[in-house]
T-cell receptor, first 115, second 112 residues
């Protein structure tokens, strides 16, 4: 139980376009989801906390207008990278509070490459 | 300011030997700690956790030790197997399990 599905697993897009990444809790309801970004050989960096039915809470230094988060239902949060640039290329991971244990259940991640 | 630190970016161990991964934290309010394992291009998977009321938690080949006075925790893997080769992250939380702080990870390589 407590599975988080993330889609797509990888995407290549052109500079200036927008990309949407979906994060779904498959067998539980997640009022709160989290979006992380991982640069090569670096730690997971928390970008924002996604709250169902309300605005996301962004970490310091994360551009709200660039990384749009929508948590429209108890099982789905989306991250849209708007006007993507090559420096946005990264590995994006979502997570949700696990109902099975204290801690997170992570999605499988999305590799974004902006060309 | 990084509140959770993993000072060893990599560790190489021979198969069958013990792997010891270390993690330090600065916030004395942290009371719950986890270790995650991550393969390339995949999301982290939960490995083992420990509450601050304990100093040791064991699950099969994996044991986590917590030294609150030193603000230090470690993950022991015995015996190490090639399939254990991955990046290991420690994470810490306080009271509110909604927010976890992650270390920078240690890449473990278990040589056959």
């Amino acid at each position: 139980g407590a599975v988080v599905s993330q889609h797509p697993s990888w995407v290549i897009c052109k500079s200036g376009t927008s990309v949407k990444i979906e994060c779904r809790s498959l067998d539980f309801q997640a009022t709160t989801m989290f979006w992380y970004r991982q640069f090569p050989k670096q730690s997971l960096m928390l970008m924002a906390t996604s709250n169902e039915g309300s605005k996301a809470t962004y970490e310091q230094g994360v551009e709200k207008d660039k990384f749009l988060i929508n948590h429209a239902s108890l099982t789905l949060s989306t991250l849209t990278v708007t006007s993507a640039h090559p420096e946005d290329s990264s590995f994006y991971i979502c997570s949700a509070i696990s109902p099975v244990r204290r801690g997170y259940t992570f999605g499988s991640g999305t590799r974004l490459t902006v060309v | 300011d990084q509140q959770v630190k993993q000072n060893s970016p990599s560790l190489s161990v021979q198969e069958g030997r013990i792997s010891i991964l270390n993690c330090d934290y600065t916030n004395s309010m942290f009371d719950y700690f986890l270790w995650y394992k991550k393969y390339p291009a995949e999301g982290p998977t939960f490995l083992i956790s420990i509450s601050s009321i304990k100093d040791k938690n064991e699950d099969g080949r994996f044991t986590v030790f917590l030294n609150k006075s030193a603000k230090h925790l470690s993950l022991h893997i015995v015996p190490s197997q090639p399939g254990d080769s991955a990046v290991y992250f420690c994470a810490a939380s306080r009271n509110n399990f909604n927010k976890f702080y992650f270390g920078s990870g240690t890449k473990l390589n278990v040589k056959p």
